[in-house]
């Protein structure tokens, strides 16, 4: 398996831009969070989902952000409009039942 | 809020030193697990200790778990450079799979 696949790697976009991060979890994985990493804040749990439904999503900053798992392949996050102080890397993880998880190589995104 | 803490915050040692890195957590728990960060890349899973469990070994590494007191340490015996990352300990709550991760601690092994 390639492992998690997250797209893209980079991103550079202009304050009130929309932004579509994507994810694609491993294959037969229940379980896809979605994380962003800061300096200031460390690795924030955003939301995360268990067959393709969202179970907490009580880290989500704002409701300019949102996501979505329409089926068990692929995951968006979406910021609506995006603002510098959403500049991080955002990662996605899946995992099977109660288990390790698996990163993906994370989108690093930059608001001007 | 559920985030661990970590200590300390970055630590330096010579090659072939040991590494100690420490975790406390608020609330109960199932698991807790250790993972790896290199620098612009994801994290990569270490070891899982379970609730019920006080001491696993993997390797060089070797992780304590104190649920009294809500914390986890983490060794790393006979330290390379190659180990040169970021650790960060993530707990999970009781019934649920929310992983919660902690503030990480710096890691620099000197050659």
């Known amino acids: 398996d390639a492992g998690v696949i997250q797209s893209p790697r980079h991103e550079v976009t202009e304050m009130g831009q929309e932004v579509t991060l994507r994810c694609k979890p491993i294959?037969?994985?229940?379980?896809l969070f979605w994380y962003r990493q800061t300096m200031m804040r460390g690795l924030e749990l955003l939301i995360y989902f268990n067959n393709n439904v969202p179970i907490d999503d009580s880290g989500m900053p704002e409701d300019r952000f949102s996501a979505k798992m329409p089926n068990a392949s692929f995951s968006t996050l979406k910021i609506q409009p995006s603002e510098p102080r959403d500049s991080a890397v955002y990662f996605c993880?899946?995992?099977?039942?109660?288990?390790?998880?698996?990163f993906g190589e994370g989108s690093r995104l930059t608001v001007l | 809020s559920q985030q661990g803490e970590e200590d300390p915050q970055a630590l330096s040692i010579q090659e072939g030193e040991n590494a100690t890195m420490n975790c406390s957590y608020k609330t109960s728990i199932n698991n807790l697990q250790w993972y790896r960060q290199n620098s612009g890349r994801g994290l990569v899973h270490l070891i899982l200790?379970?609730?019920?469990?006080r001491e696993k070994h993997s390797g060089r590494l070797r992780v304590t778990l104190d649920t009294s007191k809500k914390s986890s340490s983490l060794l790393i015996t006979a330290s390379r450079a190659a180990d040169t990352a970021s650790y960060f300990c993530a707990t999970d709550g009781t019934g649920t799979y929310k992983y919660i991760f902690g503030t990480g601690t710096r890691l620099k092994v000197l050659a």
């Open positions: 200790i379970r609730s019920n469990e």
């Open positions: 993880a899946s995992t099977p039942i109660g288990g390790e998880l698996f």
């Open positions: 294959s037969g994985h229940d379980y």
